[in-house]
């Protein structure tokens, strides 16, 4: 029986001569390398209505994507799963259900309102969320005023109190307009976040929306440091593909501030869906700035 001196030996010459048996190399715990990334499931929307979430699930799992972000909940479920079936298919997968869009706006019944968010805490409870983030708010056009800005900080700040009895995090997630919108030169964004609490509201970055809001992300993350916790990492189609973003200095600085959740978005795509979500996999993975 050879000895793991000399199985080690053995290797070693293979690897030498150029000559590597993908089984060996797995023997000896190498392989492909692949980091533990995450992925908004809306990157996937088309395959969820034809193929369903369990399809989507098998696809992204050997891609190397482990963290999750769904964007599908209504009346209680995920996907139209109950959340405990959603979180067991994940876990059977080695996958991880971390954060979950959501949405409602602000109506005139706000028991309802309320109602409505203490039912998805419960449902997002069950699935074992770390954040619910909101993905947008009508704070553009004609809602981009200094009293409603103050309404939805007061909305948020009362949903925040909400998640945070399950140990859950709110967030909001911007767009372009809420820089692109100002008050007396103010961004949106910067009215939003001085009009929510900083014990009850975070705020997940999407890098590109900001790029073409006209401003740099890192910039932001480092002037918010404590409210930018969560990143949405984007290109106007796979990661990577245009570059719009400085993506070495967005995830320097991320590390830097000890942001530890973010989400590969794709939503128009170059060649097909599962293609620029495994280039975006790919990008990544090769980016020695990641880990």
């Known amino acids: 029986m050879k ?33 533990a990334l995450g992925l908004q499931l809306y990157s996937l929307r088309d395959m969820v209505k034809e193929e369903g979430i369990q399809k989507v699930l098998e696809t992204v799992a050997p891609m190397g994507y482990k963290y999750l972000e769904p964007a599908s909940y209504s009346d209680g479920k995920l996907y139209g799963l109950a959340p405990a079936d959603l979180k067991k298919r994940c876990d059977d997968l080695g996958l991880k259900l971390v954060s979950s869009h959501l949405s409602r706006n602000i109506s005139d019944d706000h028991d309802a309102d309320m109602a409505w968010w203490n039912r998805a805490v419960d449902a997002h409870n069950e699935a074992g969320m770390k954040y619910m983030i909101m993905p947008s708010a009508p704070l553009r056009g004609e809602g981009a005023t200094i009293d409603n800005i103050k309404r939805y900080g007061d909305y948020f700040n009362e949903i925040g109190l909400i998640t945070a009895g399950a140990s859950i995090t709110f967030g909001y997630h911007n767009h372009n307009f809420e820089f692109d919108n100002k008050i007396e030169g103010t961004p949106v964004y910067d009215l939003l976040l001085q009009s929510t609490s900083p014990s009850h509201v975070v705020f997940q970055l999407d890098v590109y929306w900001i790029k073409i809001g006209g401003f740099e992300p ?7 440091s404590n409210r930018i916790r969560v990143l949405h990492i984007k290109d106007e189609t796979a990661i990577g593909a245009q570059n719009t973003v400085d993506y070495k200095a967005v995830f320097d600085e991320a590390y830097a501030i000890g942001i530890k959740d973010w989400f590969v978005e794709v939503e128009r795509y170059d060649t097909t869906p599962t293609e620029d979500i495994q280039k975006s996999a790919d990008f990544l993975n090769a980016a020695p700035y990641v880990k």
């Open 3 to 35: 000895s793991r001196r000399d199985f080690i030996k053995q290797a070693s010459l293979l690897i030498a001569g150029g000559v590597v048996a993908p089984q060996l190399i797995s023997s000896c715990g190498g392989g492909k390398p692949s980091k």
């Open 218 to 224: 890192v910039d932001y993350m480092k002037k918010y």
